[in-house]
């Protein structure tokens, strides 16, 4: 995981970690919604990269 962690670009780890300390601070319901959304950005993200459609998205 140290490897991996270390490997990865500097600014993403900094995103990671400031996440991580705010979901930190969230209720359990809370972070769960959080990490839907991010999972859900993700997934845009790539579909755009990959040039596809994705179905809409919906926030939910």
């Not at 990671?16 to 950005?41: N, P």
């Amino acid at each position: 995981m140290a490897r991996r962690t270390a490997d990865t670009s500097p600014a993403a780890v900094k995103i990671g970690k400031a996440a991580f300390y705010v979901q930190a601070q969230m209720s359990l319901d809370e972070s769960y919604v959080g990490e839907v959304m991010a999972w859900d950005a993700e997934a845009g993200i790539r579909a755009f990269v990959a040039k596809y459609e994705m179905q809409e998205w919906t926030g939910k």
